[in-house]
């Protein structure tokens, strides 16, 4: 099936200006200045892009779709992610972590989910492990062997250091699950990133300067998040980027009721470009479906809620309302991410790059069209599909 979406400004995510993109089955086929579309030939479909801005489809890469949470008891654990919720937040491409509970969300409930993503037209990836260090489950005997031998495993995490719910490790069992995850991903040409959710505790980024300095270990093997957590531990992230690491920003935060010392990501990201961090440093990921407590202005828990992969463009739009530029702004979803995970034919608008792409309305700044591994996913604003229990 051949498509071509027609005259819309492209960003790839560089602007390259005014283009008609062709798709070919999953894949993009080329970026043109015109194509006339011959009436008499095979089935093309075209899509109008006039009007609108054509972009990567947004990698997400900390959503808790087996669902998160719990850390409230039995029942304040958070569903499973829904398909809908994906495309409605234009996520073309998901990894799927397990949190705090890694007894009842575990690699074994984590790939199945992962798979059930792909047969509905997402890309999905997982994490082996949870906040446990070491991991008190994988899938074979070891972080090394999921992640060589089993293709959707492509790191380990989210880890949890610097926070009372982790499994308080010490720093040598930390670098040593580092260590282990980096093998295993240069065993298998994958980044095997370690995804390192960092708490509120005092220690900040105290192993992760460690790790830089006490090892052999690359920087890029990490990828700290949840770094907007507070203004202090932003502080602490810049000093990081100095030194070459990569810092994520979480972008489901109640905005209507942010923690004293909370940053927004949106405002996050303009404080660390401000301050000097290269946009290539920085990415945003949503912490989809974790639970996120609501306080009420005397800071008394009134209810959970869920955080949502749709924040991860309410963000970027929030950045761009604050001066960052849109080419910069997207980065953070698309070829960033890609570059660290090192999902190859993810993130960017290229000849052979997989057809994962957004239309969004210029005026209205909204996602309309959805196209993942080729296949219209919404149109229009409206999903053309739906998972089978929705
Ligand atoms: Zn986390």
């Known amino acids: 099936m051949i498509k071509v979406i027609k005259s819309a400004k492209v960003y790839c995510p560089e602007y390259v200006g005014i283009k008609d993109v062709v798709i070919v089955g999953n894949k993009i086929e080329g970026i043109y200045d015109k194509i006339e579309v011959p009436q008499d ?38 569903p499973e992610i829904k398909l809908s919720d994906l495309i409605y937040g234009g996520v073309t491409t998901v990894v799927g972590v397990t949190g705090t509970d890694g007894v009842t969300r575990n690699i074994v ?34 972080i090394k062997e999921d992640i060589m031998l089993v293709e959707k495993i492509i790191g380990l995490g989210e880890i949890a250091i610097c926070d009372h719910r982790g499994s308080q490790p010490s720093f040598e069992k930390f670098l040593s699950v580092i260590a282990e995850a980096r093998v295993g991903g ?8 370690v995804n390192v959710h960092l708490g509120d505790g005092i220690s900040k980024f105290n192993y992760l300067f460690r790790l830089s300095e006490e090892s052999e270990i690359p920087i890029e093997q990490v990828l700290p ?5 507070t203004l202090s531990l932003l502080k602490e992230a810049i000093k990081y980027t100095r030194i070459g690491g990569n810092i994520d920003l979480t972008t489901s935060s109640n905005i209507d009721c942010l923690d004293e010392d909370e940053y927004r990501a949106g405002l996050a990201i303009k404080y660390l470009l401000d301050n000097g961090v290269a946009i290539e440093q920085i990415t945003f990921s949503s912490d ?24 991860l463009f309410r963000e970027i739009k929030y950045a761009i309302s604050l001066g960052v530029a849109f080419e910069d702004a997207i980065k953070v979803v698309t070829s960033n991410v890609a570059r660290i995970l090192h999902l190859n034919e993810k993130g960017e608008i290229a000849p052979g790059k997989d057809a994962d792409l957004l239309l969004i309305d210029e005026e209205k700044l909204e996602i309309e069209w959805v196209v993942s591994k080729g296949k219209v996913l919404m149109e ?6 739906k998972g089978n229990f929705e």
Do not use: W
Request: include cysteine; charged fraction near 15%.
């Open 186 to 193: 240069l065993l298998s040409g994958k980044a095997g990133v």
């Open 288 to 311: 989809g479906n974790g639970s996120m407590p609501v306080f009420n202005d005397k800071k008394e828990l009134i209810g959970l809620e869920i955080c949502s992969v749709g924040t």
């Open 225 to 229: 998040t949840h770094v907007n957590r």
């Open 41 to 78: 030939f095979i089935n093309i479909e075209v899509i109008d892009g006039e009007g609108k801005l054509l972009v990567p489809g947004f990698i997400d890469s900390h959503v808790h779709i087996t669902g998160g949470g719990g850390e409230g008891g039995f029942n304040t654990r958070t």
């Open 109 to 142: 409930t984590l790939l199945p989910t992962v798979y059930s993503l792909e047969e509905q037209g997402i890309t999905a990836y997982c994490y082996t492990g949870s906040y446990d260090v070491p991991p008190i489950k994988t899938l074979t005997s070891s």
């Open 380 to 385: 229009f604003g409206k999903p053309t599909v």
